[in-house]
């Protein structure tokens, strides 16, 4: 592709659109066994408000989002947030313009962005990765939720009773899962797809028993939902598979410089 770029404001004040990644001049990545040159990856949350909960983890989950794509080769480009986010609602408010009476959805907001992010920068895909809670459901120790499942940590605290090996829980808990959308550079959707990625709330026991000797319990936030990157890959790698062939946390560590 040539074109040439032209310098994005916003309002009337310059702004700088790109931040390349560290990457090799003719570096590849795979999209469906073929092969693009530079993929552009949004921000988290730019088309959709950040769930207050997810706010100060967010960032360990876009360190490991970096790392995932740096290991697939792939030359990368991003936005900074104010940046992605004006140019996403300026795309909405043409794409209402352009609707005449009828309710515009995300594709028509997609197609005019990518048109426009395409008059500043060479790309052949762009990822739109969002973060948002939903429930997980409890079955005996474990929880469920869009293709993933973990197991309920446990605070055990001062109970010093017995807990029952057939001790279950039961309902339905708030849990983290990354959504991902995929444009070609025409802005129509390549691939979209959501995973999983940790429990946000954990167990802790009490000190009082029930009628039977049994502890009872409540649901606490868990402080470090992120803590774990292997879990963020594994979400990262089914969210954007077959988009790019799923690797394993060890390929991506093994693939750091």
């Known amino acids: 592709m040539n074109r040439s770029r032209r310098a994005l404001t916003v309002g009337t004040s310059a702004v700088l659109l790109?931040?390349?990644?560290?990457?090799?001049?003719?570096?590849?990545t795979v999209l469906f066994e073929s092969q693009t040159d530079t993929l552009v990856v949004l921000?988290?949350?730019?088309?959709?408000?950040?769930?207050?909960?997810?706010?100060?983890?967010?960032p360990l989950l876009w360190k490991e989002l970096e790392a995932y794509l740096r290991a697939h080769d792939a030359p990368l480009k991003t936005l900074s947030f104010p940046t992605a986010r004006n140019l996403w609602l300026r795309s909405v408010g043409r794409a209402r313009e352009e609707a005449e009476g009828t309710k515009p959805g995300?594709?028509?907001?997609?197609?005019?962005?990518?048109?426009?992010?395409?008059?500043?920068?060479?790309?052949?895909?762009?990822i739109i990765p969002t973060l948002f809670v939903q429930g997980a459901r409890l079955w005996g120790r474990h929880a469920s939720w869009d293709g993933t499942e973990r197991p309920i940590d446990v605070d055990e605290g001062s109970w010093t009773g017995r807990i029952p090996e057939e001790a279950s829980y039961a309902g339905s808990i708030p849990a983290a899962s990354l959504h991902v959308v995929v444009l070609g550079e025409n802005g129509r959707e390549i691939q979209q797809a959501q995973a999983g990625l940790d429990l946000l709330t954990s167990i802790r026991l009490l000190d009082e028993p029930d009628a039977f000797g049994a502890p009872t319990w409540e649901f606490v936030d868990r402080r470090d939902p992120f803590a774990n990157p292997d879990s963020l890959l594994e979400g990262i790698a089914r969210a954007l598979a077959p988009f790019l062939a799923a690797l394993t946390a060890e390929e991506v560590r093994a693939a750091a410089p």
């Open 18 to 28: 790109f931040c390349c990644a560290a990457a090799q001049k003719n570096e590849k």
């Open 106 to 126: 995300f594709d028509d907001a997609a197609r005019i962005f990518t048109s426009e992010l395409s008059e500043y920068a060479e790309f052949d895909a762009v």
């Open 43 to 58: 921000p988290l949350n730019v088309t959709t408000e950040m769930p207050e909960q997810l706010a100060s983890a967010s």
